[in-house]
Each structure stands twice: as C-alpha cells, then as structure tokens.
C-alpha cells in the first residue's frame, strides 16, 4: 500500500501527470465555450490564467510542456494558412485587399504610436503594432459560422481579407527579425529584407502552383500519404524560411494556403483537414495557447494600465476604422462595415504567436507579452456580442 502511494506522489509529480491535467482542463473548458458559442481561445487562455502563476498555480511549465508548445506554434500557422483558402481571395480580390490593407495599416499605425508613447523602443513598438494588426482566420470563422454568414459574400470576402492582414504581420515580423540581426534599421537592410520577402514568395508560389499538384495527385489513392506529405511540405518551407533567416511560422503558412482540395481528391483532403484539425486545435494549439497565458501576470495593471488601455483601443477602434474606410472604397453598407470590423477584431492565435517570437528575439518584455494577451483576450471576447448585436438590427441588409 505504501509503495503504491509513493509511486501515486510520483506520478503527480511527473510531466506526463502535469499534461493529463492539462489536457483535462482545455477539454472541459472547450466543452463549455462551445455550448456557450464563444471562440475556444477564449478558454484556452482564461484556463491558463486562473491555472497558472497569476492566480492558483496548479499548472508549471516542464521541458515537455515547452517542446509541445513549441510544435504547437506551428501546427496552428500551418492549419491557419489550411483554412485560408486563396480562391476566397480571388472571389473578391478588390474588396478583401482593401479591407485586408486599411484594416491592418490602422491599428498597425496606431499600436506603434501607443507603444513609443509609453517610452516603447522603435523595435518593441513595430512587433506590438504587427501583433494587434493582425487577426485570428480560424477564430473568425468560427464566429461567422455560428452566425451562418461564413459562406455568404460577407464571409468569404472577410476570409480573404484575413489573408492580406496576417501576411503583412509576418512581413513586419520579418523586418524585425533582420533589424535585431543587424542592429537597428537602415533602407539597404529594409530593402534587402523585401527582397528576400518576395523571393521567398515566389519560390513557395512556384512550388505550391507548380509542383504541389503535380506531386500531390500522387497521393490521391494513398491513404495516409496526402497527409505526410503536407507535413512534409509545411516542415520544409518553415525550414527554407528559417534558413533565410524569416520567421519559420511564415514559411508555415504559406505552405498550408497550398494545400487545397484541387491537389488531391475532395474526400482525402477533407480527412487530412480534419486530422490537422485535430492535432492543431485539440491537442498542440490548445497546449501553446495555455503556454503563453501563464506567462501572463496582472502586476501589469497597476504598472501599465494606461498602455494597456492605449493598445487596446489602438487595436479595436484602428481596426474598425480600416475596415471602414476598406468598406467605403469598395462601397460597403455601414452594417457590412460594422459586421466586418467587429469579426476581424477577433484576434488570437497569430497575436500570441507574434508576441511569443517578439519575446524568444528579446525585443518585447514579459510585461508586454502580458499586455497583449489581455488585449487579444477582450477584442476576441468582444467580437461575437458586437456581431449578434448588428445581425439583431440588421441581419436583412448583410449579403
């Protein structure tokens, strides 16, 4: 009996313990913000806040957590970039670019105005205006499905701007990069990084247009094989990215915008989007989602509660005005417009994701990271209540 108890206080003690309450935890919290209709994310961090340092500690950090975090990263850029199908950017190029440019320009431009304000370098305020720009295509699609407009012109027009608006983040994430490198910015580094951007671009447009149906027709009758394949493919571009020196999470999603049910049959592609479903939002995601809110400490209220409330209202009310002024040019109702700009202020994983590199390079603080968690946290909360709220008034003039 007592060598059972000892072996019971090891195993409690153990990583793999440290993960099945882990794993307990986001599942129940996933079971009840679903039936709640609120985007997972929300209780993926809400989870690691209240478990983790800020407030019950019952959840510690361990080399295993680390790893499975560091792999979660990656799946969810890869499935981001799955989810982003560029045909809905094609469907209404005009409109999506539009919204996708002014939408990540004008918070983008007002969190770099917050950050340097509150005494922010010119690096921590770039990654902080990169972070609240961007926007979470899997967040958002939850929300418009579960208003059943994510297929309507509204939807997919909002889908592909999403697109626009998370590869100007890496692109900004990339400039970081090479500035932290190299010491500091000048044109020839700026210059020389866009180049090595679109290099990098065309590379992965010519393999993803040219080579990927090709070879992915290969794995049609395989079963199994469409989905190694893709992983292959995802592995291999965020290396060629980490080899250039570009955030590999670029390279990532990139890979996952190729893979599209024209490179292999409908019904082996639906399975392998549903494994990489699995691995990405039930298992990994969630893990690196928890990982970054128990980073997350509420000291940062009392010593920076007027930057929070700054960057917060830089990344709502910039985000709302982009999309307006991207709806205006593209002669979208004020409804349309509302509806867009509530929903593309549901941020998360691509956030967080920025946040965490602009911590692993030194460039932010945690304190800052803190700051942007809250923030990613009351923008995404905020996005479905403001949604159902125009959809009550004005649902018949959405198309």
Same mark, same amino acid.
């Given at each position: &009996?007592?060598?059972?108890?000892?072996?019971?206080?090891?195993?409690?003690?153990?990583?793999?313990?440290?993960?099945?309450?882990?794993?307990?935890?986001?599942?129940?919290?996933?079971?009840?913000?679903?039936?709640?209709?609120?985007?997972?994310?929300?209780?993926? %961090?809400?989870? +690691?806040?209240?478990?983790?340092?800020?407030?019950?500690?019952?959840?510690?950090?361990?080399?295993?957590? $680390?790893?499975?975090?560091?792999?979660? &990263?990656?799946?969810?850029?890869?499935?981001?970039?799955?989810?982003? $199908?560029?045909?809905?950017?094609?469907?209404?190029?005009?409109?999506? *670019?539009?919204?996708?440019?002014?939408?990540?320009?004008?918070?983008?431009?007002? +969190?770099?105005?917050?950050?340097?304000?509150?005494?922010?370098?010119?690096?921590?305020?770039?990654?902080?205006?990169?972070?609240?720009?961007?926007?979470?295509?899997?967040?958002?699609?939850?929300?418009?499905?579960?208003?059943?407009?994510?297929?309507?012109? *509204?939807?997919?027009?909002?889908?592909?701007?999403?697109?626009? $608006?998370?590869?100007?983040?890496? &692109?900004?994430?990339?400039?970081?990069?090479?500035?932290?490198?190299?010491?500091?910015?000048? *044109?020839?580094?700026?210059?020389?990084?866009?180049?090595?951007?679109? %290099?990098?671009?065309?590379?992965?447009?010519?393999?993803?247009?040219?080579?990927?149906?090709?070879?992915?027709?290969?794995?049609?009758?395989?079963?199994?094989? +469409?989905?190694?394949?893709?992983?292959?493919?995802? %592995?291999?571009?965020?290396?060629?990215?980490?080899?250039?020196?570009?955030?590999?999470?670029?390279?990532?999603?990139?890979?996952?915008?190729?893979?599209?049910?024209?490179?292999?049959?409908?019904?082996?592609?639906?399975?392998?989007?549903?494994?990489?479903?699995?691995?990405?939002?039930?298992?990994?995601?969630?893990?690196?989602?928890?990982?970054?809110?128990?980073?997350?400490?509420? $000291?940062?209220?009392?010593?920076?509660?007027?930057?929070?409330?700054?960057?917060?209202?830089?990344?709502?009310?910039?985000?709302?005005?982009?999309?307006?002024?991207?709806?205006?040019?593209?002669?979208?109702?004020?409804?349309?417009?509302?509806?867009?700009?509530?929903?593309?202020?549901?941020?998360?994983?691509?956030?967080?994701?920025?946040?965490?590199?602009?911590?692993?390079?030194?460039?932010?603080?945690?304190?800052?990271?803190?700051?942007?968690?809250?923030?990613?946290?009351?923008?995404?909360?905020?996005?479905?209540?403001? *949604?159902?709220?125009?959809?009550?008034?004005?649902?018949?003039?959405?198309?």
């Amino acid at each position: &009996m007592l060598y059972a108890y000892e072996n019971l206080i090891l195993f409690v003690h153990s990583p793999f313990f440290n993960l099945l309450f882990i794993m307990i935890s986001l599942w129940t919290v996933g079971i009840l913000f679903e039936r709640l209709k609120f985007p997972l994310i929300i209780g993926e %961090l809400l989870a +690691g806040i209240v478990l983790g340092p800020a407030l019950l500690n019952w959840v510690v950090r361990t080399p295993v957590f $680390d790893s499975l975090a560091q792999l979660g &990263m990656f799946f969810l850029m890869f499935y981001a970039g799955l989810e982003g $199908d560029p045909r809905q950017l094609r469907s209404n190029i005009s409109t999506s *670019i539009n919204i996708g440019f002014w939408g990540t320009v004008f918070p983008f431009f007002f +969190g770099v105005l917050a950050a340097i304000h509150f005494g922010s370098s010119l690096n921590q305020a770039l990654l902080i205006g990169a972070a609240i720009s961007g926007t979470s295509l899997v967040t958002k699609s939850r929300i418009l499905s579960d208003f059943n407009i994510l297929k309507t012109r *509204i939807g997919t027009t909002m889908m592909g701007s999403a697109i626009v $608006d998370n590869i100007f983040s890496f &692109m900004v994430l990339s400039l970081i990069i090479k500035s932290v490198q190299n010491g500091g910015f000048n *044109i020839a580094s700026v210059l020389f990084t866009i180049i090595e951007v679109a %290099l990098f671009f065309i590379i992965t447009i010519y393999i993803g247009v040219i080579i990927f149906p090709k070879v992915g027709k290969l794995f049609s009758r395989r079963r199994g094989k +469409g989905f190694t394949f893709a992983l292959i493919m995802g %592995l291999l571009f965020a290396t060629l990215a980490e080899i250039i020196n570009l955030p590999f999470i670029l390279g990532a999603y990139l890979a996952g915008l190729f893979v599209r049910e024209e490179i292999m049959s409908k019904n082996l592609y639906q399975k392998m989007d549903d494994r990489f479903l699995a691995i990405s939002h039930g298992f990994l995601g969630p893990v690196f989602i928890m990982s970054v809110a128990l980073k997350v400490s509420f $000291d940062v209220f009392s010593t920076h509660g007027l930057m929070i409330l700054a960057i917060f209202m830089a990344a709502f009310v910039g985000k709302l005005a982009g999309v307006f002024i991207g709806g205006a040019l593209s002669k979208l109702s004020v409804p349309e417009s509302l509806c867009m700009g509530f929903a593309m202020n549901g941020r998360g994983a691509v956030e967080l994701v920025l946040a965490v590199i602009g911590v692993e390079l030194g460039v932010i603080t945690n304190a800052h990271l803190s700051m942007l968690v809250i923030v990613a946290f009351a923008t995404t909360f905020m996005a479905p209540l403001l *949604i159902r709220t125009v959809l009550r008034q004005k649902r018949a003039e959405l198309k």
